[in-house]
Nanobody
Framework: VQLQASGGGLVQPGGSLTLSCQVT????????IGWFRQAPGKEREGVSC??????????YYADSVKGRFTISRDSAKNTVYLQMSSLKPEDTAVYFC?????????????????WGQGTLVTVSS
């Protein structure tokens, strides 16, 4: 399984960005997918996760992004999206997508088996 994250960039506070995670390999339908981020000097943290469509497709959002971020998947394109709105400077980080050999999500990074290379999101005026 290979993952390619894209869509990062520079955005002003209050702005929006949509990140994409293209998954290559077995169908996305059987993997839980997670978005994590890591800011300079900080540990990697779970942002949003989604269980596989072969399970219940349930989602998770960190408290810091609830109501602002939305995770979704397009099985036909084998792609998972993270729509981010009302962005804040504290959202600045490298964002990674990851896949887990399980249909159920976890918000813990060590439980994911495959990782993309990361895309930088900078929120600044």
């Amino acid at each position: 399984v290979q993952l390619q994250a894209s869509g990062g960039g520079l955005v002003q506070p209050g702005g929006s960005l949509t990140l994409s995670c293209q998954v290559t390999g077995p169908t996305l339908d059987y993997y839980a997918i997670g978005w994590f981020r890591q800011a300079p000097g900080k540990e990697r943290e779970g942002v949003s996760c989604i269980s596989s469509s072969a399970s219940d497709g349930s989602t998770y959002y960190a408290d810091s992004v609830k109501g602002r971020f939305t995770i979704s998947r397009d099985s036909a394109k084998n792609t998972v999206y993270l729509q981010m709105s009302s962005l804040k400077p504290e959202d600045t980080a490298v964002y990674f997508c990851s896949a887990r050999d399980s249909p159920y999500f976890s918000d813990l990074a060590p439980r994911y088996n495959y990782w993309g290379q990361g895309t930088l999101v900078t929120v600044s005026s």
